[in-house]
C-alpha cells in the first residue's frame, strides 16, 4: 500500500463475473463447431467454403459498417462470427458463393446494424439472412446435395418433405439432405449441452420448444422422435431461438416464447404448403418478444 | 415454479449437500468466490488507534451531530463528543483520550466530505469516570434498554448504520414475533461476523437477550450461511429453548434483511415499509455485542471489529479497531502489500466504499478494509451494449428488471421508473456483478434514487414555500 500509488474510486461492486460477451460468443461458434463440421464431412468441401464465406462476409459486413459510420470496432465480440457461422448453417450444400455473401451482408446490415447493432434488433440477424434468401432464390435455396447412396434408397427430398421413411440412424447422424448444419442431431446436440451445462443458454426456451413438439406430436398422431430429429429444429431450439437479443428476459416469458415456437412449428409443418416452418416459427416469436416482456413482468419482491 | 422445475430443485439440493439439510435461501443472488479463508482462522486481536482519530458527526442513518466540545478540549474513552435531539440519529463518542485538535471537514468512506472531530490521541486510554455498568437485563425495561443503546450510540454494525434504538423501538400496535440474528456475513473476504461468533459467544447471547427484551420478540432465530460450520455447532450449543439456528444456503446478498426474512420465515416485508410489519426485526451480531458491552461495561460503540484482508495483503487479520482509526495505521498492522493496491475498501467488494486517501478514518458502519489489486478490480471503460442476456433478471434478490430500470433511468424516466420498483432495489450489485457487458446497473440506480430524493425535497421545499408565502429556490437537484 505505497501511498504514493493512486487508489481507484469508484462504485460498488468493485468485483465482477468474469463472463463477457465476447466469451459467450465464442462459447457459441465452438459449440456449432461440432455440427459443422458434420456438414462439411457429409457434403464435401463446398460446403466448408460456403461456410467461411459466410461467415467471412459477416464479418466485413460489420466491419465496413462500422468504420463509415465511425463508431467503436465491436467486430471483436464475435457476435458477427455466429450470425454468419448460423446463416451458412441454414443454406443448403449446394449454395453459391455469392449467395452466402449476400445473405450474410443482408444479415448484419439489413438484420442487426439498421436498428443500432448488437443488442439492438428485434429479429435474429441470421434469420432474416435466410428467410431473404429464400424468399429471393426459392429454387437455389431447396437445391439438395445428397449424401452418398441416398437418393437411390429415399428420393430426392429432405426427410419432411419426402414421402418414404428414412431410418432414425440416418438423421442421428446426418447422412440425410438438408442445410449445412441442421442434419446431424447428435452433432447439434452435443453442443446444446455444451451451452446449457456452461449456462449460456436456457433451458426452458429449449425445453418450451422441444417439448411442445413433442406433445403435439403425439395429438396428432405422428412420430415425434421424427419431429424432433428433422428439419432445423434442434438447430433452432438450441441456437437461434435462445439468442439473448431477440428473446424474452423473464422466466414466465421463456417459457412462453418457446412454447409458442414448437406450437407454431407443428401448425407449419402439419398444415402448411411448406414442409419447414423452423425458422418463420421464431420469427414470428421474436415480433412478440416485446409484447411477452411486458406481460410477464416478474412480481417485484414485498409487492 | 412449475412442477418440474421444484423437481429438479429439489434434486438439486440434496446432490449439493448429501441430503444432511437442506439450507434455506431465497429466489435470486449469485454465487461468489468468497476467499474468507485468508483471515476466517485469524483471532480477533486489539490495535491500537492512530496518533490522530477522526470521529465524523455522521455515521448513521438520520440527523447529524452537533458537537459537544470545542478545539482544545481534553476527553477521554467513551465520553459523548457529539449528539443530535432527532429521534433518528446516534451520538458520537471518543474513542481514545487525548486533546480535541480541530473540528473541520474531512474526506469520509461515503465518499463525501462531512464534519468531524479530530482528536490527538494521547496513547492513556484513559476511560472517562462516568462509564459505568448499566445492571441487569432482568432489572431493566425495555424503555432503559433502548435508552442505553441510543447513549452507547450504537447503530446496524452490518454497514447499514440504521440507529438500533429505533429499530428496536416498535411502534404501538406492533408485535415482534421474530428477533433475527443476521450472521450471515454474505459480502466475501469479510470475517469479523464469524470469528465474533467464535471468540465472544458469551457477549452475543447477552446482547441478544437485550434486544430480544427491549423490541418484546416472542422468539429468536440466529441466521448462519453454511460455510461457517464451525460457528453454527457453537451457536447452537448455546441456544437455549427461546433461541434457535437456522442453516443458510451461502449465497449473495443473503444478509440483505428482506432477502434474510424471506430465506427463514418466507415472509416479505411489503414495499416501502420496514421488517416489523411481517412480525420481524433484524440485529447483526456485531450490534448484539455492542448492545452487551453498553450494558455490562457501560462503554459506549468506541471500537468494532474489521477484517482487513485481500490476497495482495501480506499479515491479513481480524481486528479490534478504535473509530476514528486511519487507514494508514491499519496498513502497518498488516505489514502493508505485496504489489500495490488498485482499490482499498471499505466494507466489503459487493456493496463497500472505495477510500481516496489513507488518511479516512474507520467508522461505525466499516465491517471490513478489503484491498484489491488491479486484476481482481479491473477498471470498466465504456460498458458493451445490453444483449438482454436476462442474467440481471434472473438473479436480482429483490425480482426487478434491472435491463429494463436501466434504461428508465439513463432516459430520465423516473416515473415509470418507480412504477417498476427503482426504490425496491437494495442495491445489492448482483446485477452489475453478473451482467456480461460490465453494465454499471446498480450505479444507474443510486443515481436515480438521488434524483428521486432531490425530486422529493424540491417539492417539500415548493409545499413549504406555498405555506410561508415566500419565495424558495427550487434550482438544485443532481
Sequence with gaps: MATSELLTVA?????????????????????????????????????????????????????????????????YDGSALVTGLLLGMNLPPTAPLWMAALGSVFAIIIGKQVYGGLGANPFNPALVGRVF????????????????????????????????????SKLFLGTIPGCIGEVSAIALLIGGLYLLIKRYIDYSIVGGILGTVVVLSLIMGVDPLFHLLSGGLLLGAFFMATDYVTSPVTPRGRWIFGIGIGLLVMLIRQFSSMPEGVSFSILLMNAAVPLINRATRPRIYGR | MPPFLSAVYFLSCILNYG???????????????????????????????????????????????????????????????????????????????????KIDTALLPSGLRGPAIFIENDGLYEVDPSIRPKGLIEDLTPRQITDIIREAGIVGLGGACFPTHVKLCVPEGKHVEYLLVNAAECEPYLTCDHRTMLERTEDLFYGIKAAAKACGADHVIICVEDNKPDAIEIMQNYCDGQCQVVVLETKYPQGGERQLIKAVLNREVP?????????????????????????????????????????????????????????DKLRDVVDGTTEPPSRIIYGGPMMGNTIHELDEPVVKGTSGVVVLSRDESPLIGEPDPCISCARCVDHCPAYLMPNILERMVAENKLDKAKKLGLQ??????????????????????????????????????KAKAKETGKAVSTGGGM
Design chain 1, 11 to 75: 462504485s460498488s461492486p468493485h468485483i465482477r463475473d468474469k463472463t463477457s460477451v465476447e466469451k459467450i460468443m465464442f462459447s457459441v461458434a465452438l459449440a456449432l463447431t461440432p455440427a459443422a463440421l458434420v456438414g462439411v464431412y457429409v457434403f464435401g468441401w463446398h460446403a466448408l467454403w460456403v461456410l467461411l464465406t459466410s461467415i467471412g462476409a459477416a464479418i466485413a459486413a460489420e466491419v465496413i459498417w462500422q468504420k463509415l459510420r465511425g463508431q467503436r470496432l465491436r467486430v
Design chain 1, 133 to 168: 434468401l429464400t424468399a429471393s432464390f426459392p429454387a437455389l435455396m431447396t437445391k439438395w446435395a445428397f449424401p452418398a447412396g441416398y437418393v437411390d434408397a429415399f428420393g430426392q427430398a429432405t426427410p419432411l418433405a419426402s414421402s418414404v421413411e428414412v431410418p432414425m
Design chain 2, 19 to 101: 441430503g444432511d439439510y437442506m439450507p434455506k435461501t431465497f429466489r435470486g443472488g449469485v454465487h461468489l468466490e468468497y476467499h474468507k479463508e485468508l483471515t476466517s482462522s485469524r483471532p480477533l486481536q486489539e490495535v491500537e488507534a492512530s496518533d490522530v482519530v477522526i470521529i465524523p458527526l455522521k455515521m448513521h442513518v438520520g440527523e447529524q451531530c452537533k458537537p459537544l466540545v470545542k478545539k482544545g478540549d481534553r476527553v477521554l474513552v467513551g465520553q459523548k463528543i457529539g449528539d443530535t435531539d432527532a429521534y433518528v440519529g446516534a451520538p458520537v463518542h471518543s474513542s481514545v483520550s487525548g486533546t480535541v485538535q
Design chain 2, 271 to 327: 414495499s416501502g415499509t420496514l421488517p416489523y410489519e411481517v412480525g420481524v426485526v433484524v440485529i447483526n451480531v456485531g450490534t448484539a455485542v455492542a448492545i452487551a458491552e453498553a450494558i455490562k461495561t457501560g462503554m459506549p460503540l468506541i471500537k468494532r471489529a474489521v477484517t482487513v484482508t485481500g490476497t495482495i495483503v501480506k499479515n491479513p487479520g481480524n481486528f479490534i479497531v478504535r473509530i476514528g482509526t486511519t487507514m
Design chain 2, 424 to 461: 425496491d432495489c437494495i442495491e445489492c450489485g448482483t446485477c452489475s456483478y453478473v451482467c456480461p457487458s460490465k453494465r454499471h446497473l446498480v450505479q444507474w440506480f443510486r443515481v436515480g434514487k438521488m434524483e428521486l430524493a432531490a425530486q422529493r425535497r424540491r417539492e417539500e421545499d
